[in-house]
Structures are given as C-alpha cells and as structure tokens.
C-alpha cells in the first residue's frame, strides 16, 4: 500500500490477556518506531528497528512489552498480561532513515477493561 | 535527555486570525525540528521540518516556522487560519536514533 498500515485500528481486550499489533511499513523502508500515546499527551517512543534488529528498545515500559521485525518489513508489538494502564493509542512510523520524513500510520487504539 | 514542551493546550481562534503556537526544545547541540499535525480521525502528518540552513521554514498549508537557536524555540505560525486548520498540532525533535520527541500538543480550535 501507500502509507503505513496499522491493524487492528481497534482493540479492546480483558486484563491479564495477551495482545499483538501489526504495521505494515511503507515498502523500502528500513526504519521502523513504535510509540505509544495515551490521552493527553504527545506519542512517546518505545522501540526502533533498523532492518531486522531492535536497534534501540529503551522506550519500553518493562518487559511485559516486545516487538519483532523478522524480514525487515513487517513489525508486531507483543503486550503480555495487559494493565488497564496499558489503554492508549499505538502509533507505528516508518521511514528510510535519519534525516528524512517519518510516515504515520492511523494507529491500533487499545483498550484494556 | 532532551524534551520539547509546548506552551498551549488549547488555542480557541475565529477565522482569519493569526496563530502562534509555542514550542520550546531542551538539546543544546545540532537539532532537527519538526511539526506535525494530526486531524480530527486522521494520522499524523508532517507540517514543516527544519534540519539546517535557513532558519524560516515554510511548510504545507500556509504554516511556516521559525527557528531561533538562542530562545531554543521552533514556534509555528500561519497568518491567517481557516476553520479546516482545526487539529492537534505536535512538536518533535529528532533523537539520536532517528526517533521523535514529542511535545505534549496543542489543540486548536477555529470558530466559523
């Protein structure tokens, strides 16, 4: 497709259950973010990849949390026994690298009740 | 670490008046600033960015920002909004990864 792809675009799932989120980056693109944005505030990083690798996780809140990007082309966030805290939007970007524009996708919004 | 604030919650302007939203960055050294915008329902998307040389930007839209290295401050401004101009505006400053480092936001609203 054109532009990042992000599904769900909605999640709602119960306390203690485990979570994926897919992205889709835009074909090509070598850099992939994930941020995390709850209401109220700008997106915050959580993790980045370059290629394959995680090339820095340190915006992950504690190891409930994971990410993988096994061919370099799709990403999947893995939320392991989900908080309620845990609510927020989920934004991936991708881009082909420092220096040049970050594309978007429209985010899985996730709600944990 | 560095951090961007951004001064306004909530802009509340009528048509054709002039905007000026305030975005302040902590890093001292070479940055890469940038602004985006995100519409009621829509993704994020990139207004302006600056990375060097003239330090009036001028973005999609009408915005322009500039640049002011002693006041660390990369305001957005747009002489006269439309009601379409309605949206969450977002300031960032590029990280050593790559990453972006958001303000917390600025909702602006314009009257018809």
């Known amino acids: 497709g054109a532009g990042v792809s992000q599904t769900p675009s909605n999640k709602v799932t119960e306390k203690g259950k485990y979570v994926e989120l897919r992205c889709d980056p835009i074909s090509g693109h070598t850099a992939l973010y994930w941020y995390r944005q709850s209401l109220g505030q700008g997106p915050e990083f959580l993790i980045y990849f370059q290629g394959t690798g995680a090339a820095d996780d340190s915006g992950l809140p504690n190891d409930r949390f994971f990410a993988v990007r096994p061919e370099g082309s799709v990403s999947t966030l893995k939320i392991q026994r989900t908080e309620r805290g845990d609510s927020a939007v989920y934004l991936c970007a991708s881009s082909a690298g420092r220096n040049t524009e970050a594309f978007f996708g429209q985010g899985t919004r996730l709600t944990v009740v | 670490a560095q951090s961007v604030s951004q001064h306004n919650h909530h802009v509340i302007l009528s048509e054709a008046a002039s905007l000026e939203l305030g975005c302040n960055y902590s890093?001292?050294?070479?940055?890469?600033l940038f602004w985006y915008v995100q519409y009621p329902g829509q993704h994020l998307q990139l207004l302006l960015k600056?990375?060097?040389?003239?330090?009036l930007v001028k973005g999609i839209k009408g915005f322009e920002a500039e640049f002011i290295k002693s006041k660390f401050s990369f305001n957005l401004r747009k002489p006269s909004v439309q009601w379409s101009d309605t949206a969450e505006y977002f300031c960032a400053v590029e990280g050593s990864q790559g990453n972006l480092i958001f303000g917390k936001g600025t909702k602006l609203s314009v009257k018809p």
């Open positions: 890093y001292g050294g070479t940055v890469n």
């Open positions: 600056y990375f060097s040389g003239d330090p």
